[in-house]
Nanobody, 132 residues
Framework: QVQLVESGGALVQAGGSLRLSCAASGGTSSTYAMGMGWFRQAPGKEREFVAAISWSGGSTYYADSVKGRFTISRDIGKNTVYLQMNSLKPEDTAVFYC???????????????????????WGQGTQVTVSS
């Protein structure tokens, strides 16, 4: 069983930056072959995809709304995934969730990285609030 714990959420002014971390536990190799993703959920809205990274870190994917502002990365040795968020906007305010999957993010011509249902494990979330 893999446990995911997010951290780094905070209140920040528009235009500011934050780095979220997602630490995985459950065995030293628990996330080695797992794709990782970040999702967010704003009040009254459905959870939406933000970014994902392949198990090797060689492939990254972003929602159009964050492309060019957010960067996902991972440190396999530390079992940690990061989300660097720059140029934050009030509309980025949400609870951010980390997720992990053993399923491929891309398979036979179809991308699955933004699909909630492929992720096997979820963290409890961390609040990001961007003030205007």
């Amino acid at each position: 069983q893999v446990q995911l714990v997010e951290s780094g959420g905070a209140l920040v002014q528009a235009g500011g930056s934050l780095r979220l971390s997602c630490a995985a536990s459950g065995g030293t190799s628990s996330t080695y072959a797992m794709g990782m993703g970040w999702f967010r959920q704003a009040p009254g809205k459905e959870r939406e995809f933000v970014a994902a990274i392949s198990w090797s870190g060689g492939s990254t994917y972003y929602a159009d709304s964050v492309k060019g502002r957010f960067t996902i990365s991972r440190d396999i040795g530390k079992n940690t995934v990061y989300l660097q968020m720059n140029s934050l906007k009030p509309e980025d305010t949400a609870v951010f969730y980390c997720a992990a999957t053993r399923k491929p993010l891309y398979y036979r011509g179809t991308y699955y990285y933004s699909t909630n249902s492929i992720y096997d494990y979820w963290g409890q979330g961390t609040q990001v609030t961007v003030s205007s």
